[in-house]
C-alpha cells in the first residue's frame, strides 16, 4: 500500500468549509483513496473512496488530482461535531489490510 | 442490523493473566479485522482474516494470537498479557468478493485494556 501524508492539525470555523489535504505521490494505478474518521475514542467510521474521478456523498467530497497524487476531503459546511481526526488510506482492491497513519486532527471551531 | 459488535468494552489485567477479546459482525463479510491504538497514535494492525478459517499477520502481530471458526466471529486472543498491550483494541469488517473488492471498512467501538 501506498505511504501517505498528511497535516497533523487544522482549524476550520463553523460553517465554513474544511479543505483537507493528503498525499500519496507513490499510488499505483489500482489503488484506492479512502477517508476515515475518528470521534474522540470512538471507532474510525468510513467517509468516502474513491479511484480516479471526483466523489461525493452526503459527508463529503473527494477531489483527485489528475496525476491521482494527491487528494482532499471537502466537508462543505463544517459543523462542531466534525472535530475528529481524519485519516486518509490507500490500498489496492484486493487487499484487506490498511495502514493507518497518524491522521489530521481537524478543530471546528465556534 | 447492530454492525460490528464488540466485548468486553472495557477490562483490567494483570501481568500474565490471559483473555480473549470477541468481535462479531452481522453484515455476512468476508474480511475481519484487529486493530490496536495507543494513545495520541493511529491504528496499527495486529492480524486480519479474508475469510471463514483464514487468519494472517498484520503490522504488530507478537503476543496476540487469533482465530476465525466462524464466519461472523473473530477472536483475538492474549496468552500472557503484559504491561505494553494495554490499548484500545477495534475490530472492523469489509465485504469483498465479486465486484465489490474495494469496500470499506465498519469498526467496532473498541475494547479498551489495561494491564496492570
Known amino acids: 500500500d501506498a505511504k501517505t501524508t498528511q497535516p497533523p492539525s487544522m482549524d476550520c470555523a463553523e460553517g465554513r468549509a474544511a479543505n483537507l489535504p493528503c498525499n500519496h505521490s507513490t499510488i499505483s494505478g489500482n489503488e484506492y483513496v479512502y477517508w476515515y474518521r475518528q470521534i474522540h475514542s470512538q471507532g474510525p467510521q468510513y467517509i468516502i473512496h474513491g479511484l480516479k474521478n471526483n466523489e461525493t456523498n452526503e459527508m463529503a467530497s473527494l477531489i483527485i488530482t489528475e496525476d491521482r497524487k494527491s487528494s482532499t476531503l471537502i466537508l462543505p459546511h463544517a459543523t462542531l461535531r466534525d472535530t475528529a481526526v481524519y485519516y486518509c488510506i490507500v490500498k489496492i482492491t484486493n487487499a484487506g489490510k490498511s495502514t493507518f497513519g497518524d491522521g489530521t486532527t481537524l478543530t471546528v471551531k465556534p | 442490523n447492530a454492525g460490528v459488535t464488540q466485548t468486553p468494552k472495557f477490562r483490567v489485567l494483570k501481568t500474565g493473566q490471559s483473555m480473549t477479546l470477541l468481535c462479531a459482525q452481522d453484515?455476512?463479510?468476508?474480511?475481519m479485522y484487529w486493530y490496536r491504538q495507543d494513545p495520541g497514535m493511529g491504528l496499527r494492525l495486529i492480524h486480519y482474516s479474508v475469510g471463514e478459517g483464514t487468519t494472517a499477520k498484520g503490522e504488530v502481530p507478537d503476543g496476540y494470537n487469533v482465530s476465525r471458526l466462524k464466519k461472523q466471529n473473530f477472536l483475538l486472543g492474549l496468552e500472557s498479557a503484559a504491561p505494553s498491550q494495554t490499548s484500545v483494541y477495534f475490530c472492523?469488517?469489509?465485504?469483498?468478493?465479486?465486484?465489490?473488492?474495494?469496500?470499506?471498512?465498519?469498526f467496532g467501538d473498541g475494547t479498551r485494556l489495561s494491564i496492570l
Open positions: 472492523a469488517s469489509s465485504e469483498t468478493g465479486g465486484g465489490r473488492l474495494n469496500q470499506p471498512q465498519h
Open positions: 453484515m455476512n463479510h468476508e474480511y
